[in-house]
C-alpha cells in the first residue's frame, strides 16, 4: 500500500495489480488532483484501507487476485455510498450492466483514456462534496426545525397557561358578579 499527494480534494483509493497501471493512473491522477491517493494490489487490502481510512472515491479493477470487481464494489457500498469507477480488460456488455445497476458510477474498458479517467473522477469528487454539503444543509436544517418546534411547543404551553388565567379570571368575575348581584337583591 502506498499513499501520494495531499488531502485537498480528498482521498481516491485505486484497487489494482498491475505495476505498470498503477503507475500510469497515478501519475495522471496526481497532474490534475491535489488528492490523498492510496493504492493496494487486491480486495482484502482495499476493505481494510477503507474501514480504517474511507475514501471518497475508489478506482476498481474488475479483475482482482481474491475476488472481482463486483463482489468488491458490493461490499464498499454496504460500508457507505461513494462513488465506484471500475476499469476491466476484455468486459462484455453484461458485466458493465451488472456494475451500473449495483451502483458503480463509471466502466472503463482498459487500456483506459487518462483524460476520461480524470473527468470521471473530478465528476465523482465533485458529487460527493455536493453530497456532502447537502448533508450538512440537512442537519442543519433538521436543527433548525427541531428549534422552531420547540419553540411552539413552548409558545403552545405559554398559550395554555394565559387561556387557563383567563378562563380563571372570567369564572372568578362571574362569581363577583352573582355574589354582588346576590347581595343587591
Known amino acids: 500500500m502506498r499513499t501520494v499527494g495531499r488531502y485537498t480534494d480528498g482521498k481516491i483509493l485505486l484497487v489494482e495489480r498491475d505495476p ?5 493512473i497515478v501519475a495522471a491522477l496526481a497532474s490534475r488532483f491535489e488528492a490523498q491517493i492510496t493504492c ?13 481510512e474511507p475514501h471518497d472515491v475508489i478506482i476498481t479493477d474488475y479483475d482482482l487476485p481474491d475476488t472481482n470487481g463486483l463482489t468488491l464494489a458490493e461490499q464498499l457500498l454496504a460500508l457507505r455510498q461513494r462513488p465506484i469507477i471500475m476499469l476491466a480488460d476484455n468486459p462484455n456488455v ?8 449495483l451502483g458503480v458510477s463509471d466502466f472503463f ?10 473527468d470521471s473522477v473530478q465528476q465523482a469528487i465533485r458529487a460527493q462534496q455536493l453530497h456532502a454539503q447537502h448533508g450538512t444543509r440537512y442537519r442543519q436544517m433538521r436543527s433548525l426545525v427541531r428549534r422552531v ?4 411547543k413552548s409558545i403552545n404551553q405559554r398559550v395554555d397557561l394565559i387561556c387557563e388565567d383567563l378562563v ?3 369564572r372568578r368575575l362571574t362569581n363577583r358578579l352573582r355574589t354582588a348581584e346576590g347581595r343587591g337583591q
Do not use: F, S, W
Not at 40 to 52: F, K, Q, S
Not at 94 to 101: D, S
Open 20 to 24: 505498470n497501471a498503477i503507475e500510469q
Open 40 to 52: 493496494v494490489a487486491d480486495a482484502e487490502l482495499c476493505l481494510d484501507t477503507d474501514m480504517l
Open 94 to 101: 453484461e458485466l458493465v450492466l451488472q456494475a451500473l445497476r
Open 109 to 118: 474498458v482498459k487500456p483506459v483514456c487518462a483524460e476520461d479517467l480524470l
Open 149 to 152: 418546534l420547540q419553540e411552539l
Open 168 to 170: 380563571m379570571d372570567q
